[in-house]
């Protein structure tokens, strides 16, 4: 079985990475960053006109009808290029919950959604989305995006404590049950996507420094002392990709194995993350702690990935408690690593 990206889906990379790269190179990032409203909210029409908000979304709905692996694509490329909006809140979050107008909504770019799952009532881009859906008991609703600011490491992803608790119900009883269940392995499959982007954008600066900063009269990548640690994050990097397509693969297949694919592929991808920026920093040496290199942004998305949705420990448990339960082994699903 053939797992590489079709021509399509190598398109839809290519297109998705020079677009982002052209309206959100680290200079723009670091702007809106540091702004009050903290993104650019002319960029979603631009997004809903491109097709990408409506990737999944059923044709007769106005979507393109297409998988959840070309939505992992642009998840991917929307982490690399540390974008500052609610596209992971609405598409890789929020999405399982909703149906009907309310996906067709989405896809024409007119409602932006966000969730909470959790008793903390925490939630990624309040300030930025239309509606949220909130867990509440054996319920899930839609709510108004109520809240009050609260502490967020990384300021391209500002977050906030829901206040609302009232709305139209979506779900109830078993049904909202099981559609929490797909919006938590959602979540953290985008959030592993996520951190596969920034994991392989810190390592891209990384291999440059080291080919072009020069010591001693040579480049300081002949160095085992920083070759050796660029080659173990592209090695972590290249592991936490086939884990996060895999589960990708679970979703858009609807695999038994989507849970274990999705607890697997968040612990080690946020992971990778972190280990790439704390090691591309000191490859950078003085340069990498100053406050205009990109690299501390990156960092920081890193560390919240780690610890929103679950931090890995977390989901490690939850894998070994699965294939100790008879969950199934990890071998019992094919493989989904997609190469590029």
Known sequence: MDFTFSSEQRELRDQARSFLEAHFPPSRVAQ??????????DIWPQLAQLGWLGVSVPEDLGGAGLSFIEEAILIEEFGRALFPGPYLSTIGFARPALSGNR???????????????????????LALVDQVVLLSGDQLLAVAPEGRPATSIDSTRRMAALSSSEGEVLASGPQAEELAQAMQVRLATALALEAVGVAQRVLEWGLEHARTREQF??????????????????????????????????????DAQVDLAAAAAKSASAEAAVHACERVIQVHGGMGFTWASPLHRYYKRALWIEHFGGAPAQHRRRLASQLLAGGGSIADSQPAHRGG
């Open 32 to 41: 809106l960053a540091e702004s009050e409203v903290g993104w650019d909210a």
């Open 103 to 125: 996906l067709a909504e989405v896809a024409t770019g007119s409602r932006r959604w966000s969730a909470s799952l959790a008793a903390s009532r925490l939630v990624p881009d």
């Open 217 to 254: 009269g040579r480049p300081i990548g002949s160095y085992q002392a920083v070759s050796h640690p660029l080659v173990d994050t592209f090695v972590e990097v290249e592991l936490a990709r086939s884990l996060a397509y895999w589960a990708a693969w679970c979703i858009s297949v609807d």
